[in-house]
Each structure stands twice: as C-alpha cells, then as structure tokens.
C-alpha cells in the first residue's frame, strides 16, 4: 500500500482509492467508498483489520528539491522498486516537503500517529530536519497511540548533496542499499547534540556542530549548493576573506572557563564528517555517549592549503595546533563580545556565539 500526501492540505491516495483529510492528522483519512474503513479508521492499519501481520507504518519525508532537484527525481524513479519491496509488509507514506522547516512538522505529526519510522529522503539538510522533528519544547515528542509496541524509529535514504552521516556509518549513497536495511527492520540507539542558549529554544544535530571559520565557509556555501559539492569550496573562499582567527571562552564538562587562543574554528562532533567528506572528528561515533572536539588554532589561509588532504582523510590530528578530547558538554563564548562569531549544525546556519552543546546518549533509535 502507498499513500502520497502534501503536509495536511492535499487528499491522500491510497491502492487506487481517493480519500479526504478528515481531520488534521498525518495518517487519519475516511472512505465512504469502502464499508470495511471507519470513519476513525488509520489509512496505514489497512483495509482489513482481521490482517494476521501488523504491517509497518513508514514516512518517507522527501525534499524534491534538494541537489537542485535531483532528490525528487531518483526518488519518482526509485519509488516502483521501493513499493515492490516493502509493500506487502508496510503501509507506505510518502511527505513532499514544500520549504524549510516543513520535515520538522511532518516528524512531529507522524511520530503523534504512531509511525513505526520516519525515513529522510534526501540530503543531510533533510535528515537534520527530521532528527528535530523528533524532539519538542526540550523534549522528545511521543507517541499518543496506546496500542503502539515500540517507539518511531529513524530511516535514511541519502539522495541528496552531502551524505556526510551516512559516512560514518560507512553507508554508500545507494538507496537501493538503503532500502534493503529499511525492510530488514533492525534499529539501535544512536546519540544526538542539542545545542542551547539562554531565552532561546534548544536546536537538534545529529552529526557536526562547528563554530568559526567553517561555519561561516558553511553559511556561504549554502547559497551555492546549485554548484554541488563544489559550494563547499566557494563557500570556504569566501569565508577567508577578512577572516581573523578569535580567542574563545570554553567550558568543559561543567568545569572551568578557559581561554582558547587564537581559534580557527571549533568541530564539535557526533559523527565523522562534514563538508562533503572532510573527516573533522575522526574519532567521533554516534554510538558512544560522547562529542568528539577538534580545534584547530592559529591556522593561516596556505594552511588549509597545505593541510587539506589530511584534514579530508582524517590524519590531522598530529598537526602543530590541532588538539582533540572527548566531551559531554562544552560551552562556548566569544570573549572579544562582538557578536560575530558564526556556528552551524549539520550545515545549518544558526546565528553565533553564545552556545552550549551537550550530548544526548541513545536518544533516538535509528534503523541500520
């Protein structure tokens, strides 16, 4: 069964058959046209209720637009083979998202109405969207069906411009790949960031948070994503123009201010890379408990020059002015008070300095 659906506001198809939103739900649907669906009935329990298997309740939440709109079209070309393989066991839901924060709502709703997992097609932007959809008001969203066995879990499908999580898990971008794991159904607990300031709401990561001048190279290259991944390399040349390396305030695991001279930029990892493959934190796992930080000090533009391939492989950790330690909490200021500070979280932009990151462990279950 496949249902196709835009974000509470078009009708829901499902095996042929038109329904109308009967009330603001994700799933919930009426069919006058078929006497074994009441009017309460869940289009994902299917059309007999005397079914001997409960078939899984999937939401693929979907940026058609992403990769300039190549997301959307190797997902209409991947969706036959994905109905062939998981239709006769799940009830499958597809989200076409129509701008940002639109997979944060969708989430949200899906996880409300008792989806068994929610799955991102798409890019690490998407998965970033749907890892905080997850959570609410500093709280992980619940499910409020009472007969649900176990929690939502989380999907991916990488299609998108960076793949940068499915990396580390040593994923390839084959969504072919990516759907065999989906049918096979088996989940584990992976860690995830928050990062939070005072009078403001908490934000989500799931893989890199950084601070400085690759969070600024980031913001930059967002507006060049029409380019590939070659916008990470215009975004980083812009960044360096006029870029002065800062000192920072750090506190580590609720200790002690100290004084970081002369940052370059600070990675705070839950997962390996970012940027389109630079392996930042290569320590980190999303399984641990624990951010990997990296910082990289007092770095001149011939640095990154001359250092790139071993920032990209991984290997920077014994260069002059590259610390690494293991972390459950870290928190960040700027001391010269400017204001100018940039820090971004799975390439998304989020304003600057001050920050807190802290770690999650285990808080969402993810299928692999």
């Given amino acids: 069964m496949i249902c196709y659906y835009n974000h509470l506001v078009a009708p829901v198809v499902v095996v042929g058959l038109r329904f109308s939103i009967a009330k603001p739900s994700l799933f919930r649907a009426q069919n006058p046209m078929a006497s074994d669906l009441s009017s309460d ?10 079914s001997p298997k409960r078939r899984r309740d ?31 066991d799940c009830n499958i839901c597809e989200s076409l998202t129509s701008g940002p924060s639109h997979a944060i709502d969708i989430t949200r709703e899906a996880i409300k109405d008792g989806a068994d997992a929610v799955i991102a097609v798409g890019g690490d932007g998407t998965l ?12 992980p969203v619940a499910n409020q069906k009472t007969e649900a066995v176990h929690s939502t879990a989380l999907g991916l499908i990488p299609l998108g411009t960076g793949s940068d999580f499915a990396r580390t898990l040593g994923w390839k971008n084959d969504p072919c790949e990516a759907i065999e794991r989906i049918a096979k159904g088996v989940r584990s607990r992976i860690d995830v960031g928050v990062i939070s300031r005072e009078g403001e709401g908490s934000h989500y990561f799931i893989n890199v948070a950084d601070i400085h001048l690759s969070a600024k190279a980031g913001y930059y290259a967002s507006r060049y994503k029409k380019f590939g991944n070659l916008c990470y390399v215009i975004g980083a040349l812009q960044a360096f123009m006029g870029h002065r390396n800062q000192d920072l305030r750090i506190k580590v695991n609720e200790g ?3 004084t970081c001279s ?62 690494s330690r293991n972390v459950y909490t870290i928190e960040v200021d700027d001391i010269s008070g400017s204001g100018n500070i940039f820090i971004q979280s799975d390439g998304e932009y989020l304003g600057f300095l001050p920050r807190k990151l802290s770690i999650l462990p285990a808080a969402i279950e993810m299928i692999s």
């Avoid at 934190?281 to 011939?302: C, H, M």
């Avoid at 991984?314 to 260069?319: E, M």
């Fill in 128 to 139: 970033h969207e749907v890892v905080n959809g997850f959570f609410w008001d500093g709280k």
């Fill in 41 to 50: 009935s869940s289009v994902f329990r299917g059309v007999s209720s005397s």
């Fill in 256 to 258: 002690e201010w100290k």
């Fill in 262 to 323: 002369q940052v370059t930029a600070l990675c705070v990892g839950n997962a390996k890379y970012f940027g389109g493959g630079m392996k930042i934190t290569p320590n980190a796992d999303p399984r641990s408990g624990s951010f990997e930080v990296v910082i990289l000090q007092d770095f001149k533009w011939y640095d990154f020059l001359l250092k790139l391939q071993k920032l990209y492989n991984g290997t920077h950790l014994s260069v002059n002015n590259v610390t």
């Fill in 58 to 88: 999937l939401v693929f939440v979907v940026n058609p637009r992403g990769a300039n709109g190549r997301t959307g079209k190797e997902w209409k070309k991947l969706l036959p083979y994905l109905q062939s393989r998981l239709g006769s």
